[in-house]
């Protein structure tokens, strides 16, 4: 019901504030139900991803009061079910991470199948297995429910991660921090949401060493007390300006974030030929000074390029001089979009895990629709570089993830507007 209409060719310039990480909200939020007192989470990104997270909880008993846009109180103590079954609890990836907070909290759980954006299987073997050496057993109910069940407490185990799945890290954090004993995981992602819950676990009075390289100890504890907690910002939605900046040949300010986790992107910048100067919450990205050129990118696990950065990359290098290769190696169908960008004139051809994107060309506004949330994003990239009018449309993908993304590219020069069709009762544009 609602296109974002962008009329390409602005150059984007000035400053944008980054919001909250939307990948470690969706699990922090979920954390709060193992918690013996009220908290006050900070800095939470206004999406939809977050809006649902917060309504799930709301239906299992807790207390959620929004304070402001970016900041909920949550009391989890009325919470007495461990049954999340309904339709919202479907509607997310991020739900899982009930699991593993339920499961920590009433050591069983009764959890729908995750949803989330479609690219690929999307597996969750390795957080069941971790549930299983912890001592729950675990089922898949008519296809569609999870269920834990164990008769006690979690035991402490030493668990082995098959893949590196920031899921699974984070899932048998929550399922292992009240747990009795000590916990190893071993071959632990190290996201930067990974080191976020586990710093709002320990404020809270956890026992979580390690969290950030690839072995996480954890000591169960038995009381987690009520804190307030900011959420770090979101790596992803500034790489995302980064990358559409450098698109459109501007220069921006980019606000409230961590260089030091923006650190593989910004390498990318640099090889393509962008200036990056790194302030202590900000970061400077001129893509004027030289005539940007081709790169290679393969997605990696964090400290590697970010695969949710890999859709917004692809839309900016059809822009550069040469030809890329990126390979994408965390999923194993992440390239959707790419079908919509040709539509837009982008000439990229996939093979396998590997897309080959021809630069310079000149893109075209066209009607497309978002695949995913960051095939969305590319999209908006491409949108504001080609010549003419570009109408994306499933723009409730890019509202998963991207708080205010019309507002705030406007606020960089950028020609895009919501259009609401007619019909629809909450007719405005913005
Ligand atoms: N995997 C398994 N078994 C498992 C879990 C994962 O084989 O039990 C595989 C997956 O199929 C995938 C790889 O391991 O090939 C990595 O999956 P991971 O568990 O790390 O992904 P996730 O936790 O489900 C989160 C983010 C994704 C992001 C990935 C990788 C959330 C809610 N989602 O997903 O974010 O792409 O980590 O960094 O945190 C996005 O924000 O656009 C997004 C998709």
Redo the contacts with the bound molecule.
Sequence with gaps: MEKYIINGGKTLSGEVTISGA??AA??IIPATILCDEPCRIENIPNISDVALIAKILQNLGAKVTRVNKSTLDIDPRPINTFSAEDDSVRGM??SYYLLGALIGRFHNARVALPG??NFG???????LKGFEALGAQCELVKGAIVEAKSDRRMQGASIYLD??????TMNLMLAAVKAEGQTIIENA?K?P?IVDLANFLNSMGANIRGAGTDVIKIRGVDYLHGITYSIIPDQ?EAGTYMAAVAATRGKILVKNVTPKHLESITAKLKEIGCAVEEYDEAVFVDATVRPLRRCNIKTM?HPGF???CQPQFVAMLTTVEGTSFVTEN???NRYQYVNELLTMGAKISVEGRVAIIDGNTALHGAPVKATD??GGAALIIAGLVACGTTELSSVHYVER?YEEIVEKLRGLGADIKKQYFPGDETAITA
């Design positions: 939307k990948n969706v699990a990836r991020a989330g954006c299987v999307r597996p969750i073997d390795q957080h893949t590196v799945s920031v899921g699974s992602a996201e949401h992803i696990p970010p695969t949710d965390v999923w194993d949330l960051r993830g």
